[in-house]
């Protein structure tokens, strides 16, 4: 009982937060200096395979993200204490900060492969990924940019997907990857982190 409360407070309070355009990303840039930069990189442009790149990411998906983290709805222990007592103000002030970052490929992307971008491309259209995440998979609202992520943490967060390791506010995720191989994962990561 006391999660679907807790969720139901999340959801209101995503749906009814400021908009992006009226969070300060100046306080959110020292806020991410304290609290980000250490993992993510003052620049959101993470080095690190397994961890996320944010900049350039949609506002409301790194919000709703955050505010799950810190109710601890979704556990991450890495980001427990960055996101402890975040009021919701610096919340969507990072996320305007790193939403107002330009994105950039990795320094560290593998070459593009042929066979697995043509297979990649085969499976996102057949799981229908540009629907959500938009055809070109920058995101919108609170469906995440998908290009320009490590190719490695876009394979890792899709089998969490699939394995029922990892939930969102609702399930669809978990449905739109349910019965992919790890080769099939592979590739569909491959595609998507080689999209300009």
């Known amino acids: 009982?006391?999660?679907?409360?807790?969720?139901?407070?999340?959801?209101?309070?995503?749906?009814?937060?400021?908009?992006?355009?009226?969070?300060?990303?100046?306080?959110?840039?020292?806020?991410?200096?304290?609290?980000?930069?250490a993992c993510h990189g003052m620049d959101g442009k993470s080095n690190v395979a397994e961890i996320p790149r944010l900049a350039?990411?949609?506002a409301g998906f790194i919000t709703l993200q955050m505010i799950l983290f810190r109710e601890g709805i979704r556990q991450v222990p890495a980001m427990q204490a960055p996101t402890e007592k975040l009021s919701d103000t610096d919340?969507?002030?990072?996320?305007a900060y790193f939403a107002s970052l330009p994105s950039a490929p990795p320094e560290d992307s593998t070459?593009?492969?042929?066979?697995?971008?043509?297979?990649?491309?085969?499976?996102?259209?057949?799981?229908?990924?540009?629907?959500?995440?938009?055809?070109?998979?920058?995101?919108?609202?609170q469906m995440p940019r998908l290009t320009h992520q490590h190719?490695?943490?876009?394979?890792?967060?899709?089998?969490?997907?699939?394995?029922?390791?990892?939930v969102g506010i609702d399930t669809q995720m978990n449905g739109a990857v349910q019965g992919l191989s790890d080769a099939d994962i592979a590739a569909l990561a491959h595609y998507l982190a080689h999209q300009d």
């Open 1 to 37: 009982m006391r999660l679907g409360v807790t969720l139901a407070a999340v959801l209101a309070a995503a749906a009814f937060s400021l908009p992006a355009a009226a969070a300060d990303p100046a306080r959110g840039a020292v806020v991410a200096a304290e609290r980000c930069a």
């Open 56 to 58: 350039g990411q949609q």
């Open 91 to 95: 919340v969507e002030a990072v996320a």
């Open 111 to 141: 070459p593009r492969d042929a066979a697995l971008m043509a297979r990649g491309q085969a499976i996102s259209a057949a799981r229908n990924c540009g629907v959500c995440h938009l055809p070109n998979y920058a995101g919108r609202a």
């Open 151 to 166: 190719e490695a943490f876009l394979a890792h967060t899709m089998t969490e997907y699939r394995d029922g390791n990892r």
